[in-house]
């Protein structure tokens, strides 16, 4: 049997690839991989299975790569993704790996005459930012990629492709924030780590669980176990209930490991106070409950990386002052970093992630003033962090969401639509047909197409991000009911900003006109 993997050589790949040479089934993984380095580096590591690996050259957006990829292949598995902060310095490439790649993927599946099954990890981006309101979500919640995420519009669209492709049997499966080997040290190279809020809710996996999952997924296949009922044409949440932190705590985990803490490297002003990506998951039990992967919890993961990397203890005894300055204070110079946004007048990040330049600069100094989420305290006073975690925060779906797929009827597509303040431009619909592609129109008075799964079950609705590098929610979110029930936890009323990246990806904001979709007042900035 042929498992087909793109993406292999990247940060979860290897630890799939190690899980499925465990199935002495598989007689061939074939890799398509995009440089040389990180394939020999992959071929060393797996060194005593050579005569199973067969990699070649090429790219995921290449037709030819693809049917390539997927000849006589059983299953394909697609990791391939361009990711921060490589998607933030080399958006062409991300834009060719998670967003043309999906499309020469699927099109090569729909021709072949014995088609593959397609598992497409898609990504915990695709949901935006989320704070103590709604910290919460599940596979069909609304899709608010945050501003000037290229990584998770390119991705949002890779999904889109899959989920309304003609590939007879796929699975998308959104994973969370993920914890793998090179982690630390990929996180001290650029200022992409002071992109986490503090206060932001993320629900870690480890990249050794992620591999289980996909080996167990192929397992119970070959079984005849799995099938359209309870995986097959489904959407996921990979995560793991034990791994709720806040960005705080997540950064705050990694320090103690040299003796430090967030507060000993960090003030309160270096991150990002919006404008990221997490959740908590209050569905990541179902692909446990299918199958059985999750180990590994947070402290299991940073044991292991001091184990493998024994000098990283040397940290406890370095000067907590030097370390602050050669490593945390020389990434805020970094033109990813806050701090470089705002000393080089960049309105339009400063807008979106602190949304003014005053209130990144109202941030207060000391610790002791600044509010923690996991210390009990949020901008609208006390919480009871434990009991936050454990109690669930449902979105605004405009229809009853625990309703079954087989009682799904022409109602319910029409709330949603009317939710989203657009219309389903149907009259007929067979109730249950979950995946019968159907016509919609949003409050733009667009058409598309899309199936009532997509919509409903997934959380997509067509607008303007879909076709352009652009984001408008917040002038959506004043007839969207949907958007509005997330993006207004901290998003205000009165911001109606557009943002956008021109032909050269470069950032720029303005305010616009809340009754039209090209009006704006002034430019606010652009860098």
Not at 232 to 255: H, I, P, S
Not at 475 to 496: T, Y
């Amino acid at each position: 049997m042929i498992v087909s993997i793109a993406g292999a050589t990247g940060s979860m790949g290897p630890y799939v690839v190690g899980e499925l040479l465990k199935i002495p089934q598989i007689s061939c993984i074939r890799i398509l991989a995009h440089r040389k380095k990180p394939a020999r580096k992959l071929f060393r590591r797996f060194s005593a299975e050579h005569g199973r690996l067969d990699v070649f050259y090429g790219t995921i957006a290449s037709a030819d790569d693809c049917r390539r990829l997927i000849e006589g292949a059983s299953y394909v598995i697609n990791m391939a993704a361009v990711i921060p902060p490589r998607s933030d310095k080399h958006p062409r490439e991300a834009i060719e790996a998670n967003e043309e790649g999906p499309k020469a993927l699927v099109h090569a599946i729909e021709e072949a005459d014995d088609q593959p099954k397609l598992i497409h990890i898609s990504t915990v981006g695709l949901y935006g930012h989320r704070n103590h309101i709604h910290p919460f979500g599940r596979v069909g919640d609304p899709l608010l990629i945050s501003p000037f995420d290229l990584y998770a519009l390119t991705k949002l669209r890779g999904e889109f492709t899959v989920l309304e492709s003609d590939v007879n049997e796929w699975a998308v499966i959104r994973q969370t924030a993920m914890l793998y080997d090179d982690m630390l040290m990929n996180n001290i190279r650029d200022g992409l780590m002071f992109h986490t809020c503090f206060n932001g809710p993320l629900e870690w996996a480890t990249g050794h669980d992620s591999g289980v999952l996909i080996a167990n997924i192929v397992r119970r296949d070959m079984k005849g176990e799995l099938n359209g009922e309870n995986f097959w044409k489904k959407c996921f949440n990979l995560g793991m209930a034990q791994n709720r932190v806040t960005g705080y705590e997540t950064l705050d985990k990694g320090f103690r490991m040299i003796g430090g803490s967030v507060e000993v490297f960090f003030d309160p002003d270096y991150n990002s106070a919006r404008n990221f990506h997490g959740m908590w998951f209050s569905d990541g039990q179902v692909l446990e409950e299918l199958f059985h992967y999750q180990q590994e919890k947070i402290d299991d993961f940073w044991a292991h990386v001091l184990r493998a990397r024994p000098y990283l203890a040397l940290g406890k005894i370095a000067p907590k002052k030097l370390v602050r300055k050669l490593v945390i204070e020389r990434l805020r110079g970094d033109s990813n970093a806050p701090l470089y946004w705002y000393r080089h007048r960049d309105q339009a990040r400063m807008t979106a992630y602190f949304k003014s330049e005053e209130d990144y600069r109202s941030i207060p100094e000391t610790w002791d003033c600044y509010p923690l989420l996991c210390k009990g305290q949020s901008p609208d006073g006390a919480v009871d962090y434990d009991e936050l975690r454990k109690r669930d925060t449902p979105a605004y779906y405009g229809f009853d969401f625990s309703k079954p797929d087989h009682e799904i009827d022409i109602s319910d597509l029409r709330s949603v639509a009317e939710a989203h303040g657009g219309a389903l431009l149907c009259d007929r619909f067979q109730t249950g047909d979950m995946y019968a592609r159907v016509k919609w129109m949003t409050q733009d008075g667009e058409v598309f197409s899309a199936r009532p799964y997509t919509v409903l079950r997934c959380g997509h609705w067509y607008h303007i991000s879909y076709r352009e590098y652009a984001w408008e929610f917040d002038r959506l979110s004043r007839k969207d009911r949907v958007f509005a029930g997330i993006w207004r936890d901290s998003h205000d009323p009165d911001e109606q900003m557009r943002y956008w990246f021109d032909g050269n990806f470069e950032a720029g904001c303005a305010r616009q006109d809340a009754e039209s979709a090209d009006g704006t007042e002034s430019v606010e900035g652009k860098s």
